[in-house]
């Protein structure tokens, strides 16, 4: 539907520091990347958990894997209303309904024009989809970076859809679909998520952009609530040096 070829190519980093801002569609983007900002957080601080040297990466990995959605909120809203009614309305899973509508997902979308745009192979691959089936211990350091990536992301649109009385049990599928490649205890995951979400709210005031109540920040909010009914979940957390409580000095400044 959009040939990546016909697109102007407008720095991703525009969106992102101003697309929010200003603007008819402010609310719509504003709400898009408050949840870039949480998927880029959480996957930065998931790889600093399991030790990954380039975790620093993951946060600029993260919040480009939210790029195919905000080019079809700008592009193709009618067809990114329609998408997120799926979503909101029939709980579809985004890369489904995104698919379902435009002919490609959202993370196929975002992949071809990173791809035109010349991104770094490292950042086009942790925005790729995994293959599906059970996942294969990561072999490189590349597949351990998209590995965590597409945790972040597939645990936040797994928490984004799930209805209110069976987010613990959406968390602890997500868990458990990970776990033959990143095996991550529930417990510390839970007490990440807190984390993380106030931190990616911190990024999200520092940015300018007007913070909006989004179904996934209800709903990791909500969830970090009920963590004790959790199996294994405890706010109890082995180590505060292993996530990021604060924005960088640049985010401070911006």
Request: glycine share 8%; hydrophobic share 45%.
């Amino acid at each position: 539907i959009l040939a990546t070829t016909h697109l102007e190519p407008i720095p991703a980093g525009m969106i992102v520091a101003a697309g929010g801002r200003t603007g008819e569609k402010s609310a719509e983007a504003a709400t898009v990347l408050t949840d870039a900002f949480i998927s880029a957080v959480i996957s930065r601080n998931i790889g600093r958990m399991i030790g990954l040297s380039g975790a620093e990466e993951l946060f600029i990995c993260g919040m480009f894997g939210r790029l195919g959605q905000l080019l079809t909120m700008y592009y193709l809203n009618e067809h990114y209303v329609d998408i997120n009614r799926r979503i909101d309305v029939e709980h579809a899973d985004p890369m489904a309904a995104s698919r379902a509508v435009l002919g490609l997902s959202y993370d196929q979308l975002g992949t071809a024009v990173a791809r035109k745009w010349n991104f770094p192979d490292t950042i086009v691959n942790a925005m790729a989809a995994l293959p599906p089936g059970e996942l294969a211990p990561p072999a490189t350091e590349s597949e351990r970076m998209a590995y965590c990536a597409a945790y972040a992301r597939e645990l936040c649109d797994a928490i984004r859809i799930a209805p209110w009385d069976q987010r613990v049990e959406a968390l602890d599928a997500h868990i458990a679909g990970f776990e033959p490649a990143m095996p991550v205890e529930g417990r510390k995951v839970c007490a990440l998520i807190a984390r993380s979400v106030e931190l990616a709210l911190k990024y999200v005031a520092a940015s300018g952009l007007k913070q909006q109540r989004t179904p996934l920040l209800d709903g990791l909010n909500a969830l970090s609530a009920m963590a004790d009914t959790s199996a294994g979940a405890s706010r109890d957390f082995a180590g505060p040096a292993a996530v990021e409580s604060e924005p960088s000095a640049e985010v401070k400044s911006a």
